[in-house]
């Protein structure tokens, strides 16, 4: 059975900083991209970084690139998004998704599995 489990989330000040983890469980690391995605109400989840199976490969959105860095575990199977220089922006739900590819998916229905989602919070 795959699970994501998602943690890190939190309320945060402008300019500050959070760290979020996606631990992945039940499938094989190596084989899977990771994404994060974001998403606030009424809107459609929004793709915000991915990384390959080897954690060789990244991909950013325009808006956070500079900003947040996804870096992975493969030992720990966990994906970690580092977001530094927060904006109210920023503010969202965020979860993290598998899919079984070498490629960098930026759309989520593409995605096969999800976590739970973390709130991200940033005040101005």
């Known amino acids: 059975q795959v699970q994501l489990v998602e943690s890190g989330g939190g309320l945060v000040q402008a300019a500050g900083s959070l760290r979020l983890s996606c631990a992945a469980s039940?499938?094989?690391?190596?084989?899977?991209?990771i994404g994060w995605f974001r998403q606030t109400p009424g809107k459609e989840r929004e793709f915000v970084a991915a990384i390959s199976g080897g954690g060789d490969r990244t991909a950013y959105a325009d808006s956070v690139k500079g900003r947040f860095t996804i870096s992975s575990d493969i030992p720990e199977n966990t994906v970690y998004l580092q977001m530094n220089n927060l904006k109210p922006e920023d503010t969202a739900v965020y979860y993290c998704g598998a899919e079984q590819t070498w490629f960098l998916v930026r759309v989520a229905n593409r995605y096969d599995y999800w976590g739970q989602g973390t709130q991200v919070t940033v005040s101005s």
């Open positions: 039940g499938l094989t690391f190596s084989r899977y991209a």
